[in-house]
């Protein structure tokens, strides 16, 4: 098993935007390393020795991160009956059942399609574009680069803000779990603090836009009301969320 930087930040990973190029951790994240080096290249030859030493040597890796963790919540992995297997199952189809009637699922989804219908908006692109080439030369370049950089930052969260949602949605549901850490240690607040940060930059992205227009389009005012009830559900679902401290970005 490849031993770890001594310099990496543990768990830093779980709670972060995934949004590599721009991490300022990038040299002290295992999974970075991981991906980036360990891991087989996509292009690499299948038929090369090393291709699937690679891959052999990282498939022993997960299972000894799954050994590691069993042995700290006290599971015998080879102990698992039937009957325990069924019912995890079920646990898990009734946490399915329940995120998905949460109204947290159906804001986020509907964010991601406001999104994705205003990232195909070509109408608006066109006039956007027309009014911005109205500006003298440097103005040109300013707004061009808040048009971008805008765009860019909804278009990284508009689905990591579902998915993320979704795993705080369903972390919490494993209550009986969780209950026994601090409320600062539960990992469903760790999500949630994330999406709030998530939340944040993707409404400071809007507003870059928004600043670009004279008038602001309805799609833009809708997807930013529907960040802010997206944010005053996620604190009134996860309000220990601001107490957890994530590996690397909080102090
Ligand atoms: S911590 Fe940084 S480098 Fe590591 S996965 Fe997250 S964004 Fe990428």
Same mark, same amino acid.
């Given at each position: 098993m490849k031993t770890p930087n001594p310099q990496n930040i543990p768990g830093?990973? &779980?709670?972060? &935007?995934?949004?590599c190029e721009r991490c300022p951790f990038s040299d002290r994240c295992t999974l970075y390393q991981q991906e980036h080096g360990d891991w087989p290249d996509e292009d690499a030859d299948m038929n090369e020795d090393a291709f699937w030493d690679k891959l052999k040597g990282n498939l022993e890796n997960s299972m000894d991160m799954l050994q590691e963790l069993a042995d700290e919540q006290g599971i015998d992995l080879n102990e698992i009956t039937q009957e325990e297997q069924e019912e995890a199952y079920h646990e898990m189809q009734v946490n399915e059942l329940m995120v998905d009637i949460n109204p947290l699922s159906n804001l986020t989804s509907d964010y991601l399609d406001t999104c994705l219908t205003w990232v195909k908006n070509s109408e608006i692109w066109a006039s956007l574009h027309e009014h911005i080439h109205l500006q003298s030369g440097d103005k040109i370049n300013e707004l061009e680069a808040i048009r971008d950089e805008s765009l860019e930052v909804i278009q990284w969260y508009m689905t990591l803000i579902p998915s993320k949602v979704h795993v705080a949605l369903n972390s919490k549901e494993e209550a009986d779990f969780w209950d026994q850490y601090p409320v600062e240690e539960r990992h469903y607040n760790g999500i949630a603090k994330l999406i709030l940060v998530c939340l944040k930059d993707s409404l400071e992205a809007w507003e870059g836009l928004e600043s670009l227009f004279s008038s602001a389009p309805e799609q833009l005012l809708y997807a930013k009301s529907l960040l802010s009830t997206i944010e005053s559900q996620i604190r009134a679902q996860f309000p220990d969320a601001e107490l957890f401290k994530r590996p690397g970005f909080d102090s």
């Open positions: 830093i990973f &779980n709670y972060c &935007n995934r949004w």
